[in-house]
């Protein structure tokens, strides 16, 4: 059973992705942390290797009570039984990831700072919808900067869970939770860390008012 759409979503970074057992110490870390869904990103590798790392996730995430979301890639998804898969803007039609992903599964759509883009997503199946960079980002530099205001509209008008993402930090996380925003989703925020799991508690602690 997989978790609420809700609280800290780790998403692994480019560096952690280079090494098998770097990805799978630093995404159990954030697991022990309190993160309760990570998102498998990872667009340098082969094939075989994104095969290979993303069932190890599947494994790691399940035994501890976590969900797995693999980005892109609906079929690498349904290949290692993922719970989910998340679509950026021009990775593919949603409707027909629902589809193919049926009823139970997630599917996430990346939204911009675009409310009307997240509105037409939820009519053709969205689990989640996530908005960003909010802040500067050392993962995505040059993405067009979100506003809170977005968030705190698509939380208010829309039925599924609000993703915020981009440039989070514990200390700007108050302002963000206060939107509506269910999930935090973190990429270099934790695993650019020197402790991950004590990165991750930090970003709970600030969470605890909003659960």
């Not at 952690?16 to 340098?44: M, P, S």
């Not at 021009?90 to 509105?119: E, F, K, P, S």
């Amino acid at each position: 059973m997989t978790p609420p759409l809700a609280g800290l979503y780790a998403i692994t970074s480019a560096d952690i992705c280079a090494d098998d057992a770097r990805l799978l110490a630093a995404v159990t870390a954030a697991l022990r942390g309190g993160a309760r869904w990570v998102q498998y990103r990872d667009k340098l590798a082969r094939p075989e290797q994104r095969l290979r790392r993303a069932a190890a996730l599947v494994t790691c995430c399940h035994a501890r009570g976590a969900g797995l979301i693999v980005n892109d890639d609906l079929q690498l998804a349904l290949k290692v039984d993922a719970d989910g898969v998340h679509l950026g803007a021009g990775d593919g039609d949603i409707a027909a990831a629902r589809a193919q992903l049926g009823a139970n599964r997630v599917l996430g759509v990346t939204c911009g700072d675009d409310l009307a883009r997240a509105q037409r997503a939820v009519e053709k199946g969205a689990s989640y919808v996530a908005f960003g960079r909010l802040y500067p980002s050392n993962t995505k530099p040059d993405a067009p900067p979100a506003r809170l205001e977005t968030l705190r509209e698509a939380a208010r008008s829309l039925a599924v869970p609000v993703c915020a993402i981009g440039g989070i930090t514990p200390a700007r996380l108050p302002a963000v939770a206060a939107t509506g925003a269910r999930l935090i989703a973190v990429v270099d925020g934790l695993f650019g860390a020197d402790d991950v799991e004590l990165a991750a508690r930090a970003y709970m602690r600030g969470l605890e008012p909003y659960n």
